[in-house]
């Protein structure tokens, strides 16, 4: 999508593998325009801390290994994207997850709103290299890493100061088994949204400052 006009654009997604910086970009993203930056990882959480009709239904599901199912978490963003923050603009991060999710998605007024995804790019072995030195903190959900972008503390949160860890899953298999999950559920919304003229592919390679900048020149924000 040419002309991207900041102006007109308040509603987006971004589409990107594990290590791609979707967290880091989003948080940004949302700062600079004022919106509410949406997870679905962040709202299942807070569901399930909630005592709401969905908490134990929710719990129950993922501590037994399984997925909450595709209605409820289209559900669940769309009524998320409905609260007052959101009335200006919204930036979702990691969802869809698939084209499926996509096309329930669509049906709703939010989805209907929806105005552009943003695929991030770059090689899968500079994946790989950035997941192998994530930290994560499992308190507040914050990502670090070690060479890109170090805490200020070793191995000790910025934001809430509790401990961060490697993740089992940031280990170099398990790396590489997320990601042809990636390629295989969600890589296809490329295509989706591309073909409803709804894409802008950024390059994810560089510092977040230098992949930032990209972005907001992409998106025409000063």
Known sequence: MDNISSKSISRLLLIGPPGSGKGTQGDLLCQKLGVPHISTGDLLREIVESGSEDASRFKALMASGKFVSD???????????????????????????????????????????????????????????????????LQC??????????????????????????RPDDEPVAIRQRLTVYNEKTKPLIDFYAAQGRLSELPATGSPEDVFDRLCKMLNVS
Do not use: W
């Open 71 to 137: 209605e409820d978490i289209v559900r669940i963003v769309d009524e998320r994207i409905g609260r007052p923050d959101a009335a200006n603009g919204y930036l979702l991060d990691g969802f869809p997850r698939s084209v499926v999710q996509a096309k329930l998605f669509a049906g709703t007024p939010a989805g209907k709103a929806l105005e552009l995804a943003i695929a991030m790019i770059l090689p899968e072995d500079l994946l790989v290299e950035r997941l192998c030195g994530r930290l994560t903190c």
């Open 141 to 166: 959900g914050a990502s670090f890493h070690e060479k890109n972008r170090p805490p200020k503390v070793a191995d000790v949160c910025d934001n809430c100061k509790s401990a961060l860890v490697r």
